[in-house]
């Protein structure tokens, strides 16, 4: 088989329901999505349609109701817990909105710790880490906590922390959400450059049109299900 063309990310119909019965809500509808490796993908639509559920799918961190997520062309509701967790360990980097970091802990630890989970050795972990950091122009930060670094910083920490497992795929839901608008310029170089000159491919949530001029494709959420191309081109002249 020609592995050069299997998509890294494919989902087939994917479904997600939240809760049951009457107070059942169906999230996602029929999600059909072909990403290729080295791509960097926007992904745009109102609140609400899906756009998050659809990212934690993606990251491993939800499930599907139904359909299914291949990954590098392997069916992930096939894989048990175990490697589940290694395709979320080593193939995968989340960035969110929130930062999501350790408060009382140095950027450098907070970099660290995807590689704890995984068990690598504490001089790789030193290593790779302050690599990590340089690579989001944040030599020099390793020791400082939080609540010592900017919005931007922080979200800059959050990004190493998504890239110092070398995944092949980073997820970042809405990363300059809390960002002013030089601030999220900077987060958006420093994607474009992990995008090109690493390969890494990235699909990115944001609501906003500058943000997603950064990315080479942009697939658009509606009701729960991704808005054909045909239809977006209508869309531009409403
Ligand atoms: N854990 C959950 N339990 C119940 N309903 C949920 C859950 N997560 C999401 N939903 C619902 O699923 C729908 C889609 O939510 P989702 O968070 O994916 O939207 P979104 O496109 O990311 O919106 P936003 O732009 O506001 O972040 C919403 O109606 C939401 O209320
Ligand atoms: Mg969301």
């Known amino acids: ?16 329901t939240f809760g049951r019965g009457t107070a059942a809500m169906q999230a996602l509808r029929g999600v059909d999505l072909v990403i290729q490796s080295g791509e960097f993908v926007a992904v745009m639509g109102p609140s609400g349609s899906g756009k998050s559920t659809c990212m934690n799918i993606l990251g491993c961190l939800d499930t599907p109701t139904t359909g299914s997520y291949l ?8 894989l048990s817990r175990d490697q ?11 960035i969110f909105q929130g930062y999501n970091l350790l408060n009382r802990t140095t950027a ?17 972990r030193h290593q790779r880490a302050q690599e990590a950091l340089a690579a989001v122009g944040l030599s020099g930060w390793e020791h400082h906590t939080p609540g010592e670094l900017s919005g931007g910083q922080q979200q800059r920490v959050a990004i190493a922390r998504a890239i110092v497992t070398q995944p092949a795929v980073l997820l970042a839901d809405e990363p300059t959400g809390n960002l002013d608008t ?9 994607l474009t450059r992990l995008n090109f000159d690493q ?12 943000m997603a001029a950064y990315a080479r494709r942009t697939v658009h959420f509606r009701d729960g299900l991704v808005v054909p191309e045909h239809e977006i081109q209508h869309e531009g002249g409403a």
């Open 1 to 16: 088989m020609d592995t050069t063309s299997v998509p890294v990310i494919e989902l087939r119909q994917v479904t997600k």
């Open 71 to 78: 990954f590098q062309g392997v069916t992930v509701g096939s």
């Open 84 to 94: 589940r967790a290694i395709l979320r360990r080593h193939y995968l980097g989340f």
């Open 108 to 124: 450098l630890e907070n970099v660290e710790l995807p590689l704890i989970y995984r068990g690598d050795p504490v001089e790789v």
């Open 182 to 190: 030089a601030r999220s310029q900077e987060i958006m170089d420093i």
């Open 199 to 210: 390969g890494i491919t990235i699909v990115m949530v944001t609501h906003e049109p500058d």
